[in-house]
């Protein structure tokens, strides 16, 4: 039988915020919403895209060569790249010594991914920390995200996922049981506004979150806080009091600060980001915000920013 | 043996016999005890209990029930368990869990209660840190004091025994004593300078201020504070004598006979040796605190009178030490004396100051101490008459917190000394300590004698002394799997806070399984401490040679590629011939050929130590280590020649990370993907890299050292395995022969400048990877990765020490951070991490990062959820980090 596979756009180690203690997490490409302030912007899209770094170019030519549709250009001393032609055949990236042409992803089974997070888990142990498969969207992947998950609890291995929830109630089902911690996302509380700054409505990935809250015991809430666009009381408000709604088995509230420090990502893909060079909160605005929402709420949790 | 100690350690939790474990071992009951006595110096049965005993400990820890924890092991009731706890221990169970739970609570209180230093500290601080005043007055003493001795001593007495000794004996007799403004502490060594520390540069210099820089010395005796008519005569005693020089140079000449591709190995660095005996050590001053110099002598002296027909050696080297030893003892006396002549011209708090020294002074080193404060100032003399004999320079100091703790205690509990008056003293003799370039190490935490974590009070206090003088005070920190998690989160706040890569951590289980492979005595093992940067020594007991010889494995590729022939001078033929590149058709053939290189490099760096082992031995005596290392009065035998109970030679192996990395490349660029031929790649080597392309192709396109591969750590534990196998079965002339140690010091800057291109990438005459961690830039997998590669080598081959520097972003030091960081150390020294160094990040290096970043792939930037490498990120998100980070540091 043929392992499961996944598009895995990279497996960061020793993370202290995706979840308690030291974590290996899993990130995997194709997403279903497409926020305007995604900061990974390489992992929306479900096919494989190419990371062109022009600055890491030393213009050897080698992709010049091997390209047959003439997309890498280089120009008084500069080098371009012309994706429009691109059949994504990737030679470029294979005879490129200097990434500065890389592919986003790489097919993964679960096998190999599992041998990767195996490798720590004598840290996850000490730290009480484990796996977090986020995405992209990691509940696309609904067969591969099981086994995986499967494999990490027969390896006594704490297992969580971050979600954004706006997937099949079913993808859910299949896999809740072997979830130790669910991460849930939730960007903004008016579902037409949601479409805007998403793509999507909003009552889906509601209906999930009371679903979960129903089923599982240990769930987490994130809510980015994207100045101006997630970040007004009003939002915290609506949120706050579904919150209340969900009961007991929400434990932690994180509200996410905002950085910008990823534009330099979608230049990278030729992708266009339309939220730049907003200013990130300071600390004393991300703990008003917090002592906020904890007004709001009639549930016992954690509030806490990062 | 190594083995059946490995397998009784994985077996504890069974039933270990001795009739099973001597089948095991493949011996008669009988013989199996005599060779693990011998070994270890505890019976199997005492081992195996003192073993299980420890995991008791840790069950304690943890909280679990004394009456279980009796149970499961083997004892039927907790008060059988109690007794067998107290003789193994001395203390009661739940005494000790007291303490352990006394150390590990009180971390969150003692924050409060950590002491600032003291306005007298923060003066001397200023005055030994920033301006460096103190130093101008004692200038210019050692040297005359060094030279008159050796003028001195009449003709029939000029010998190698006793030459040293009279010299060392100047110095300590007539170096004027100085106190300075709030001392408490008193004593001085003597300050930098461009003069050597021991009488064979000395030597070596007079003969050379004859012709050669005339001037400089000059100019140094103009500056010195010596009287008018000292110098006068310092300066006659260096140019104006005909031939003074009866020190015997002739016989100390190397009669090693080497052909010319020894040379050529020799002239390209690829293999050094010479014997180590100089200003590394860690002498029992332990012994000065608990007999003073007087009972010392008279140690010497009933030892001598045991011995019947004694050598003329012999006699010579009783007198040598006697002469020093008396020296030693009135060397208090001058600063009593001066204290009180000070004494009559203050009123007041320094006055009474001043009569206490004076008190102190009457009384050590002379005698034994009784006090916290006498046993300060008595340890610091013995340190400062240390640093005579051969300099200051890596001439340690050992495990202070246990050293000093019987006095602290004793004080505390009669209530005549407080907690923050120990920590004005520690700061003191911090202060002491003081040096640009500091490696006259302390080492602190650990496990005791007997395997129970001997964390207490003091080592607490020493951390946070270094903390609060915030310069760079060579510190270690032993740990181990029993080590309180607060005591090891305070030292990684320490390192976070002072942000100067202090202190260093060492850890235990790796560190005593390796000494005791190499035949030291358990409970010795037990007591390492830690000379100068990161070598290894049983305080009191060992003459560790440190930096005897050290060999470039990463020249190995080099000839291996060229048939035994140098690629940065083709005339020269350093190596083996071990074939032309078209035998070299697997990968295994390559690595064959490569250890045959290696296996010469050892060959002659043994050969080298071994034969300056035997000129040491018989030209270079020193007596007042002799005097406080265990072994040496009672044989009769010098520190050079053989006296301590342990003499070992270490040997510094550089370029393993290298060699791992360029044999990967080839093994996956060449065997597997068949991208290149080795004769492609050799004149890529040879003529540095011509095409940049392929070069970047080989860093990239290849496994790295570092990221936890299995591919390439595979070939790094190998290499070393090999290395370090083959080292230590070479047999040392005196003693039980040669210590590896993968350290580089700062070498890989020069051994990097006679190395060719090599396949990993880096340029001819580029820098190396510095000890085993993997070449600067490559590590790009986050830290556990690294702590993995790191803690996957062979390390426990390793006695003199692996060492390692991480770089580690500001970001992981928060306090919210830390208690992660502490269970990252614990984790990895389980897996077998020997030794590991922090360095913070700083703006500088950031901002190299823009300009360099190749070289700093690793720099990565987190921010929650999400994290970036630095060199990736746009300019202007660039210039935002390296500002960021800045406020962090300041
Ligand atoms: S992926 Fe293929 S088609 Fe696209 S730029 Fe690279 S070589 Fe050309």
Redesign the pocket.
Known sequence: MLPDIAKVNNISRASLSDGPGLRTVVYLKGCSLSCKWCHNPESINHENQ?VFISHNSILCGR?FD???????IIEEGKHY???D?????????EVCPTKA?EVTSKDMNVIEVFNEIVKDKDYYIETNGGITITGGECLLYPKFTLSLLKKCKEEGINTAIESALNVKQENIEKIINYIDIFIADIKHFDSKTHKKLTGSKNELIKNNIKYISKTHNNIWIRIPLIPGLTDSFENLLGIGKFINTLGESIKVIELLKYNNLYSGKYDSLDMNCEIINKKPQTDEIMQNKVNYIKSILTINCIVRYL | MEKVIKYINENLDKNLTLTAISKYAGYSTWHFSTKFKNKMGITFLEYLRNRRMQLACHELIKGRKITDIALEFGYETPSGFDKAFLKEFGCTPTGYKNIELFYNNKYGEMKDMRYKITDRCSIIKERVVDNNVDSQKYMGQKLYNYIKGYYNLPNEKRNNYLLPASSLVAVIKNFKPYISDGELIVGYNYSDGAFPSDLEEYVQMLIQSKNNNKEDWTKYIENSNLKSNEKEELTKMIFDTSDPFLYPYNESKNNIILDDSELSLINEYAARGSCGTHNHSILSYESVLKYGFSGLLDKIKSSRNEKENLSKDELLFYESLEMVCEASCNIGEKYAKLADEMQIEYEGERKEELLAIKKVCERVPKYRARNFMEAIQSLWFAHIINTWEDGINANSLGRLDQILFPYYKKDIDLGILTKEKAFELICLLWLKLYRDYDVQQSTIGGCLKNGLDGVNELSYLMLDATEALDFVRCLSVRFSSNTPKAFMKRALEVVGHVQKGVPFFFCDDVMIESLTLRDIKIKDARDYGVIGCVETCIPGKSNPHAVSGRLNVLKAIEYALNNGKSMINSENNPGVKTGELNSLLTFNALKDAVYKQIKRMVDLVCKLTNSSILVAAKNFPLAYKSLLTEGCIKKGLDFSAGGPIYNYYQIMILGIPNLADSLAAIEKLVFIEKKYTLEELVFQLKNNYPDEAIRLEFINNAPKYGNDFPEVDKLAYEIMEYTCKYIQMIPSVIGEGFHPQPFTFLWMVEHGKLTAATPDGRRSGDILAYSVSPMQGRDFNGITALLNSLSNLPTKLAPGTTSAIVEVDPYLFTDKNLDYFVDLLMVAGKKGLSNIQFNVIDKETLIDARKNPEKHKNLAVRVSGFSQKFILLDENMQEHIINRTKHKIL
Do not use: Q
């Open positions: 190419i992709c091997v390209c047959e549709n003439n997309c890498h790249f012309n994706r032609n691109c059949t994504l055949c990737m030679k470029c990236c042409l």
